[in-house]
Each structure stands twice: as C-alpha cells, then as structure tokens.
C-alpha cells in the first residue's frame, strides 16, 4: 500500500478496474475527452477478480428475455467486442458452440431457446439433429441441438488490459491499489476515502463486482440487493484428448441464472470442464477451503441469502457434493460426452461470480443499475457482463449523459 497522499480532484471516478468499470471509463473518456478521469481499484493489477477467471466465451445472446438489458446489451456488445479485439489484435476464435438436449425432457425448453435467441436476433442460430451435431462434435450425445456459430472465444483478462493501454494513452488515470474505504456526499462533490488517501469527483460510478453492494453502502446507498458470492470451479481436460473441438452446453435450468456444466475451448488451445456454481464462503473464496467468517455472517443476516438456502438447499449440496466428488463431477459432464472419464479431467482454476440477490430470495437476473445525481451503482453485471461491456459502458455513458444534459452523439448505444 502506498503512502497516504490524496489524488486531488476528479470530474469522474470509476471504482472498479474489471472490464466493466474500464469499458464505462473507455465511454465516459469518448463522450468528455477534456474531463479528468480516474479508476481506482483495491488490486494492483485490473481484471484481478471476474474478469481474470472465467470462461472466456463472447455469449452470442441466446438465454436472456427478450428486450432485457441483457438480451440488447450482448448482442451489441459481441459486435463491439469482436471489432475492439480485431482493431487492438487481440486473438478471438469463432469456433461456435452446440447446445444440446439430452433427454426429451430437455427439447421443449431447446426450442424455446432458439425462439430466445431468434427473437434477440442472434444471427445464425439453427436446430441440428443428433447426426449434425456428430459432423460438429463427433463424441457429443444429444437427441437434438441448437448450433450457434457465432459464439466465440476470448481472454477477456487481455481485452482489459489492452482497454486500460487505450485509457492511459487518453489520459485516464488508473488508480491501481488504492481501494475505497470510505466516502460521502459532500458541497456538490463525492469525497472518495481509499487506502491510499483521499479523492473527490463531481461523478461516480461504481463498477466493484463482488463488492458492487458493498461499495454502494460505503457512498451512502441502502441497496436493494446484495451479492452472493458463487464460486464455479473448472477442470482441465488431459492435453491430447479429442473428446471435444469447440463449446458444448447442455440446456440450462431454468430457475438458475447458470449455464450448467459445459466444455470449453480456450483461446490458448486448452480445453476446460466447467464451471460449477457453488456457494463460496468468502466473495474471494477462489478455494473451498477459504473462508471468511465476516461475509459469512454478513451474508446469513441478510434474508433474501437464507430464503434462497431455504428454497434452493437441495441444489446447493448437491453442487458442494459435485464440488467435493470428481466422479459427480464427471457424470454431470457425461450426459453431454459419455466417453469422458475421471482421469481425463485435470485440476483446473476456479472464478467466483458476483450474483445479486434480492431481500425475497430471488437471484436478480437482470443487469441491475442504480442512476443516482451524482453516483451510478453497477449492482448486478453477472455474465454476459465481459461479452456486454463495451455496449454496457456506452449504456451507462448515454444514461449519465442524458442525466446531466451532455450532448451524447460520440456513442453508438441509444440510451
Ligand atoms: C466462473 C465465471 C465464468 C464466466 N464466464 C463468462 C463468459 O464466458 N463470458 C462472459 O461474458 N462473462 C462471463 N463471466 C462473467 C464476467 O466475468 C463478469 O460478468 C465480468 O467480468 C464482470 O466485470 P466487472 O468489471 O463488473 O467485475 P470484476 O472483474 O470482478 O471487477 C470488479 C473490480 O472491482 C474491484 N473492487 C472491488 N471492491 C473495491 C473497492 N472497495 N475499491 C476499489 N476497487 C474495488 C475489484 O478489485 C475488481 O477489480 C463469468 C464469470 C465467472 C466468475
């Protein structure tokens, strides 16, 4: 940490140096390229938390209802994302991606998907028979698939970090290590407290993923939700294998925001198994081992957590049980190629999602935003959040500037 010296004054504060708070930073800096801009972050490096750990897959916009946030943030972010990635070469391979019923209990729910992703106008989306999907994945088992091929694969940890190079050379200041402790409103101006001293701004987003309810409450808002910290853990599949060639999803649950165990490519050529999604008992419980007594408690006083235990404690153990035992592990993943085996599946990383959760239990499906004067509160920017962000910053810019009565043509997003 370093010396308490203060940063003086800023017109906008990002807090958050995930890809959200820098895709909101990259908007912002576009629409006021005279304004002093800051981004302040606990970690010393960006993408430190969500944006470093996951699956890295630009999510073409299949699952999420129709006019959602979700649904019209993805699909404009793939584009934006695929032409940021080409313009700063930053590899990405449309290797498409299946996902496929297994039972016929499944199929109902398949076709209501495609009619999803139809209406969100995914392009390219088509029902493929069990023969199709072999041509694509020749080990894959399913009675029926939809075959997306415009999903795509990233490492959104280098997208980052080629948006906070663009932020630099523009003249935004990234505030690495310097973590917000503190703040209020103060004479027009939010008066920031980080550990490395204190900062003012006219404007504030806050974009702090699994601390999003957190920093909210630290400038003073009650938020109405409040995170849960869900940690999906992955395997490696053995190199060599030929089990699987691209992304092979199974046809989620519908009461879970997840997306179910599924295979992976990644951009490096490695494939992965995953990820699960298991209650973690620190919102940085990277490790089933970690836990952080503090959260724990915070989290059980909070009655939206235990209506959520209360109501889904079934699939929890059953996801700790998956957690604990490969073979479990290995079964849920044999539905979708049965001639995966325990010994093909590596130690692999793990990531943990920041999923907002409502007083009545519910987890909160929606990206979830609170537009205050002078503050705007990310509160709930789960995945396709790293797909979406580029179109999620021009989102929150055209909101803020519509807010403040700035003239908003530099963005491409339409309020
Ligand atoms: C396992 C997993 C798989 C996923 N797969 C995909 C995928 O394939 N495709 C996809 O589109 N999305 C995926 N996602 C979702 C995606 O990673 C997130 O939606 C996205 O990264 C959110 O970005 P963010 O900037 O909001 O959060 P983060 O990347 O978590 O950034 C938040 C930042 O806030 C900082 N912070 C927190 N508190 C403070 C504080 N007090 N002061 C200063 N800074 C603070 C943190 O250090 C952190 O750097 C996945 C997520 C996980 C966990």
């Known amino acids: 940490m370093g010396a308490s010296v203060g940063f003086g004054r800023y017109d906008i504060a990002v807090i958050g140096a995930g890809i959200v708070g820098l895709a909101v930073a990259r908007a912002l800096q576009k629409l006021r390229p005279h304004d002093r801009i800051g981004v302040f972050d606990k970690e010393s490096t960006v993408a430190a938390h969500q944006t470093g ?3 890295g897959v630009i999510h073409a916009g299949i699952y999420y209802k129709p006019g959602s946030l979700k649904a019209r943030l993805c699909v404009q972010g793939v584009r934006q994302m695929k032409a940021f990635c080409a313009e700063h070469g930053i ?5 498409g991606k299946v996902i496929v019923a297994t039972h016929e209990s499944e199929v109902p729910r398949l076709h209501l998907l495609l009619q999803r992703g139809n209406e969100n106008g995914v392009p390219g989306l088509r029902l493929i028979t069990s023969e199709e999907l072999r041509e694509i994945e020749p080990h894959a088992s399913g009675i029926q698939a939809i075959h997306s091929p415009g999903t795509a694969i990233v490492n959104f940890a280098a997208v980052a970090a080629a948006l906070a190079n663009d932020l630099r050379a523009a003249g935004v200041e990234l505030q690495l290590g310097a973590g917000l402790i503190g703040g209020k409103e103060e004479g027009g101006e939010v008066v ?3 550990t490395r001293g204190t900062s003012r701004a006219k404007l504030v987003v806050t ?13 003073g808002e009650q938020p109405p939700v409040q995170i849960v910290p869900f940690r999906g853990e992955y395997y490696q599949l053995r190199p060599g294998q030929n089990l699987v060639r691209t992304l092979i999803y199974p046809v989620p649950d519908p009461r879970f925001p997840f997306l179910g165990v599924h295979f992976t490519k990644r951009i490096s050529g490695e494939y992965e198994a995953g990820p699960n999604a298991v209650l973690a008992f620190a919102r940085e419980g990277y490790r089933l081992t970690q836990v952080h007594i503090g959260e724990l408690a915070e989290a059980l006083r909070f009655s939206g957590f235990r209506r959520l235990l209360i109501r889904h404690w079934r699939t929890a153990l059953g996801e700790l049980y998956r957690s604990l035992s490969k073979r479990a592990f290995c079964r ?3 539905k979708l190629v049965p001639e995966i085996q325990p010994e093909d599946l590596l130690p692999g990383g793990s990531g943990v999602r920041a999923q907002a959760v409502a007083k009545d239990g519910s987890l909160v499906d929606d990206f979830l935003l609170l537009l205050r004067p002078r503050i705007v509160h990310v509160l709930n920017a789960p995945s396709p959040a790293a797909t979406a962000s580029l179109a999620i910053g021009e989102y929150i810019a055209a909101q803020i500037a519509a807010q403040q009565g700035w003239p908003s043509s530099t963005l491409t997003t339409a309020g």
């Open 192 to 194: 920031l407290e980080t």
């Open 207 to 219: 974009c702090a993923g699994l601390y999003a309810d957190r920093v909210a409450r630290l400038l």
């Open 332 to 334: 849920a993943l044999q």
């Open 91 to 95: 590899p990405v391979d449309e290797c």
């Open 53 to 55: 750990h996951n699956s």
